[in-house]
């Protein structure tokens, strides 16, 4: 089992940065990648952004490409999403994910098993 932990969220004026943190913990928490996806109210989840697990390879969604970077400590077992120039449209729940073992990366939200509660992100204009 691993438990995925998110921080960092709060409110921000349009234009501000924020840095969201994904603590893992847990006995499997090794060679998996890791993923931020966001779901805005009356809208369907979607990808942010990915990582796998040695940080060689990103995905992002074309979105926040050039805005948000992601990135990750393994000694920490944390990931992070740098969030820059945000916009009001960034506005919404922020959840991280941890992907399978051994999996290539994805921009699924089925391809990865344990999720975390979430943080808020609202930019205000």
């Known amino acids: 089992q691993v438990q995925v932990a998110e921080s960092g969220g709060g409110l921000v004026q349009a234009g501000g940065s924020l840095r969201l943190s994904c603590a893992a913990s847990?006995?499997?928490?090794?060679?998996?990648?890791a993923a931020w996806f966001r779901q805005a109210p009356g809208q369907e989840r979607e990808f942010v952004a990915a990582?796998?697990?040695?940080?060689?390879?990103?995905y992002y969604a074309d979105s926040v490409l050039g805005r948000f970077t992601i990135s990750r400590d393994n000694a920490k077992n944390t990931a992070y999403l740098q969030m820059n120039s945000l916009k009001p449209e960034d506005t919404a729940h922020y959840y991280c994910?941890?992907?399978?073992?051994?999996?290539?990366?994805?921009?699924?939200?089925?391809?990865?098993?344990?999720w975390g509660q979430g943080t808020q992100v609202i930019v205000s204009s």
């Open positions: 994910a941890a992907g399978r073992i051994g999996r290539m990366l994805s921009r699924g939200g089925g391809d990865y098993d344990y």
């Open positions: 990582i796998s697990w040695l940080g060689v390879t990103k």
């Open positions: 847990g006995r499997t928490v090794t060679n998996r990648a």
